[in-house]
């Protein structure tokens, strides 16, 4: 009786008859009906496996954001930002193309994939010359307040309802970055418009397109992410390009490479476990950044970035455990 009443729930009612609520098609999920029925189970049982595939990507990410600071110092913006999607691309495509074949592009929201991937576009680009403006340690700091700014926008646009705790820690965070960027130093101003530009556009993408999640496995965000911005920056080519050294030529292959691996890293770490469970890990970027821009630079972390960026660290957790908690 179970096996074949599960039969018509996947199959759909009869012509002429009546669907009850306990069959409705609609109250089936598509992740229910997909050859995936062991993820539930996986992310479960994986979780400290899903940590240490986020403790990578955050070191992998700092390198490729070191490399990309190092090369936009000598090469156009464009061409670093082309080369780095470009070899990634590439490198996703050895990996994902050979398991799924093309039918990884297949998808009813190539709209969706277009314009999320233009917005990426534009918030890659201000953060690439963020880089070149300013210590790549207060660079990613600014860049962790995009969970300000996609809670924010849910407010503001998704009119999701919001007490006075969650506006409160908002408003903290908001300070943290206002303490990290450090308004009335000259140095720092111009280049931190552009990190603060870039986590405006990261977190209201965020809360745009978050549910594409729910329609679109990861394998086929992440193609069509790495082709249309590769795609997108190959627009900038002809503002700016120079032929690199063979040294640099390598450069650009590990700044490809190692985002590529970030990108696979953090998709696996998310598979393996809850996000809420990952996500915490990844604000060791701050860490590593900090580090390497010591070690190449040699930028000494000031107390604003220190205090500033607990506060938006500790801002950004404390949302994340609220959302989980309201799930």
Same mark, same amino acid.
Request: proline share 5%.
């Given at each position: 009786m179970l096996e074949t009443a599960q039969k018509r729930v996947a199959l759909g009612p009869r012509p002429g008859e009546r669907v009850t %609520? $306990? *069959?409705r098609p609609e109250a089936i999920r598509p992740e229910a009906i997909r050859d995936d029925s062991s993820r539930p189970a996986t992310r479960r049982e994986h979780v400290p496996l899903g940590i240490l595939y986020m403790i990578g990507a955050t070191s992998v990410f700092a390198m490729s954001s070191a490399t990309s600071k190092w090369l936009v110092d000598i090469y156009p913006v464009g061409e670093v930002l082309f080369t780095r999607s470009g070899l990634s691309l590439i490198a996703c495509a050895l990996v994902i193309l050979p398991q799924t074949g093309l039918a990884v592009f297949h998808t009813s929201r190539r709209r969706d994939h277009v314009m999320r991937t233009l917005s990426q576009t534009f918030s890659q680009t201000c953060l690439i010359i963020a880089f070149s403006l300013m210590p790549l340690a207060s660079a990613v700091a600014i860049n962790f307040s995009a969970p300000l700014f996609t809670t924010l926008v $849910? *407010?503001? #646009? #998704? /009119? %999701? /309802?919001?007490?006075i705790v969650r506006w409160f820690a908002l408003i903290v965070g908001f300070l943290g970055v206002l303490i990290v960027t450090n308004p009335g130093a000259e140095t720092f101003q111009i280049g931190a418009l552009f990190a603060l530009a870039n986590a405006m556009i990261y977190g209201s993408v965020t809360a745009a397109v978050r549910g594409m999640t729910a329609t679109e496995s990861a394998e086929t965000l992440l193609m069509y992410q790495l082709l249309l911005i590769t795609m997108f920056f190959s627009l900038m080519l002809p503002f700016g390009f120079a032929i690199p050294s063979w040294w640099d030529a390598g450069l650009m292959l590990f700044n490809g490479v190692t985002n590529a691996i970030g990108q696979y890293w953090w998709t696996r770490a998310l598979h393996l476990a809850p996000a809420s469970a990952v996500t915490p @890990? @990844?604000?060791?970027?701050l860490l590593w950044a900090a580090l390497l821009g010591y070690l190449v630079w040699g930028d000494l972390p000031t107390l604003g970035l220190m205090v500033g960026s607990a506060v938006v660290v500790g801002s950004g957790l404390f949302l994340l455990w609220r959302e989980s908690m309201r799930r």
């Amino acid at each position: 009786m179970l096996e074949t009443a599960q039969k018509r729930v996947a199959l759909g009612p009869r012509p002429g008859e009546r669907v009850t %609520e $306990a *069959i409705r098609p609609e109250a089936i999920r598509p992740e229910a009906i997909r050859d995936d029925s062991s993820r539930p189970a996986t992310r479960r049982e994986h979780v400290p496996l899903g940590i240490l595939y986020m403790i990578g990507a955050t070191s992998v990410f700092a390198m490729s954001s070191a490399t990309s600071k190092w090369l936009v110092d000598i090469y156009p913006v464009g061409e670093v930002l082309f080369t780095r999607s470009g070899l990634s691309l590439i490198a996703c495509a050895l990996v994902i193309l050979p398991q799924t074949g093309l039918a990884v592009f297949h998808t009813s929201r190539r709209r969706d994939h277009v314009m999320r991937t233009l917005s990426q576009t534009f918030s890659q680009t201000c953060l690439i010359i963020a880089f070149s403006l300013m210590p790549l340690a207060s660079a990613v700091a600014i860049n962790f307040s995009a969970p300000l700014f996609t809670t924010l926008v $849910a *407010i503001l #646009l #998704l /009119k %999701e /309802k919001v007490g006075i705790v969650r506006w409160f820690a908002l408003i903290v965070g908001f300070l943290g970055v206002l303490i990290v960027t450090n308004p009335g130093a000259e140095t720092f101003q111009i280049g931190a418009l552009f990190a603060l530009a870039n986590a405006m556009i990261y977190g209201s993408v965020t809360a745009a397109v978050r549910g594409m999640t729910a329609t679109e496995s990861a394998e086929t965000l992440l193609m069509y992410q790495l082709l249309l911005i590769t795609m997108f920056f190959s627009l900038m080519l002809p503002f700016g390009f120079a032929i690199p050294s063979w040294w640099d030529a390598g450069l650009m292959l590990f700044n490809g490479v190692t985002n590529a691996i970030g990108q696979y890293w953090w998709t696996r770490a998310l598979h393996l476990a809850p996000a809420s469970a990952v996500t915490p @890990f @990844f604000y060791l970027s701050l860490l590593w950044a900090a580090l390497l821009g010591y070690l190449v630079w040699g930028d000494l972390p000031t107390l604003g970035l220190m205090v500033g960026s607990a506060v938006v660290v500790g801002s950004g957790l404390f949302l994340l455990w609220r959302e989980s908690m309201r799930r």
